[in-house]
C-alpha cells in the first residue's frame, strides 16, 4: 500500500509543467563531493533508473523554482520565494521592472522555472549500479513520465517507484530531437534493492545552494560590489578559510584518536592473548605437575601393595607349612595308635 501523501503526490505529478527555463545549477556541488554523490545525465537511446528517496511521505524528489539567465553571466539561483516562500532579490526586481511598465519579452527571461532534484541509480549495467546514488536535475517533463508510469490506467493503482521493497525501475527513452526529448514511459518488475542504494541519503534541503540575498541583487541590477562589500568578501573567505582550516584539523584529530583507540584496542586484544597464553602455560604446568606427583604416589603405592602381598605371600607358605607338619604329626600318630592296638591283641 502507498503512504497516501506520496500516491497522491505522484497522481498529481503527473500532470506536473515547467512553467519556465531550467539550469543545471541549483545544488552546492562542493557537500555532494563529499558524500561522494555524482551527477546523472540521461544518455542518447535508452536509460534505466531506479528513484530512491530520504523522503517518507510525498514528493520523493524536491522541487526546485530556479531564475535562469541572471546579471551580465547569464548566472542560476534558487528562486527563494517559490521554493522557501522567503524574500528573492530576483522576484523583487521583476516587480519593479513590471512597475516601470518593461515588456513581458525582457521579464520573461527572469522568471523562475522548475526542476526536480532526485537521487536515482543508474541500474543500466552492474558498473554502473556500483556507482551508487546520484543526483539528477529531473525536468518535469520526465518527473511527469514517471508519475504517468506509476499509476495503472486499468485499475489506477499506484506504484511507489521509490519504495526500497516494493519498487521498480524506471525506463525511458530520450531522443535528439527539439522539444521535449523524452518519451516512452514504462516500469520493470517489482524487485527490493540493495540497503547501501538508500540508506545515509542526506536531506534535499541539506544539499541546496542558498543564494545571499544582497549578492542576487548586486548581480540582477548590475551594480558593482561595494568597497565594504568586497572587504566583507575577503573577511568572509578567510574566516571560511580558518573554518575550513580547524575543520581539516578536527579532523585529523579524530582520525589520529580513532587510530589511537584502534592501537590501543589492538594492544589490548595481544595482551589479552599473551594473559591467556600465559595462564595456560601455568594451568599446563600445574597439571604436569599433579600427574608427576599422581604417579609418584601411584609408584609409591605399587611399591606397598607389593611389598604387603609378598608379606601376606610369605604369611601364607608359612602357615601352609605348619599346617602340613601339625597333619604329617598326626597322622605319625595315628599309626603308632594302630600299632599298639595290633600288640595288644
Known sequence: MVEESRAKEIDEGA??????????????????????????????????????????????????????????????????????????AVCDYIAELRKQNVSNDQIKPLLPGLRILLFVVDTTSRDTEDEGAKWFNCPPAIYSGICGASKDKRTKEIIDVSDPVNGCDVEFVRKDKKGNPYSDYSLGKISSIP?????????????????????????????????????????????????????????????????????????GSRESR?????????????????????????????????????????????SDQRDSVKKKMEEIEEKRRQRNEQRDD
Open 15 to 88: 500532470n506536473i509543467s515547467s512553467g519556465g527555463g531550467a539550469q543545471y545549477y541549483f545544488v552546492d556541488r562542493d557537500v555532494l563531493d563529499r558524500l561522494g554523490i555524482n551527477q546523472y545525465k540521461p544518455k542518447k537511446g535508452d536509460n534505466f533508473i531506479r528513484v530512491v528517496t530520504p523522503n517518507k511521505k510525498g514528493c520523493f524528489g524536491k522541487k526546485i523554482w530556479q531564475h535562469t539567465n541572471v546579471g551580465a553571466n547569464g548566472s542560476t539561483y534558487l528562486c527563494m520565494q517559490e521554493t522557501f516562500n522567503k524574500p528573492c
Open 274 to 318: 599473551d594473559d591467556r597464553d600465559r595462564d595456560r602455560d601455568r594451568d599446563r604446568d600445574r597439571d604436569r605437575d599433579r600427574d608427576r606427583d599422581r604417579g609418584s604416589r601411584e609408584s609409591r603405592d605399587d611399591n606397598r601393595d607389593r611389598d604387603r602381598d609378598r608379606d601376606r605371600g610369605s604369611r601364607d607358605d608359612n
Open 195 to 267: 540497503r547501501e542504494w538508500h540508506e545515509d541519503l542526506p536531506p534535499f534541503d541539506d544539499v541546496l545552494l542558498i543564494p545571499s540575498y544582497d549578492d542576487v541583487e548586486r548581480i540582477v541590477k548590475g551594480t558593482p560590489a561595494s568597497k565594504d562589500k568586497d572587504d566583507r568578501d575577503k573577511d568572509r573567505d578567510k574566516d571560511r578559510g580558518s573554518r575550513e582550516s580547524r575543520d581539516d584539523r578536527d579532523r585529523d584529530r579524530d582520525r589520529d584518536r580513532d587510530r589511537d583507540r584502534d592501537r590501543d584496542r589492538d594492544r
